[in-house]
């Protein structure tokens, strides 16, 4: 990879598995409005540390992860 780092070169760096940093770094990819209530402490009573990380295959459009997350 020219230019950068790879996920696995970054995870080692972390200490982590590839796998659990790529888990987390899918987080940067959510809606702002579910990060804010997040932060807040706003967010559903079904959305945790465990199932966000569980499954990170969050849909693109920000709209569709608010309805999958049950912010909508």
Known sequence: MQG???VAEM????????SY????LR????APTILRAIVL???PPSVSA????ADTRFPILWKD????????
């Open 21 to 24: 940093f790529t888990r987390v």
């Open 27 to 30: 987080l940067s990819f959510l």
């Open 4 to 6: 950068g780092k790879s």
């Open 41 to 43: 402490g706003r967010q």
């Open 11 to 18: 995870a080692r760096e972390m200490g982590v598995t590839r």
């Open 50 to 53: 465990s199932t966000l990380t």
């Open 65 to 72: 992860q608010l309805a999958q997350l049950g912010f909508a």
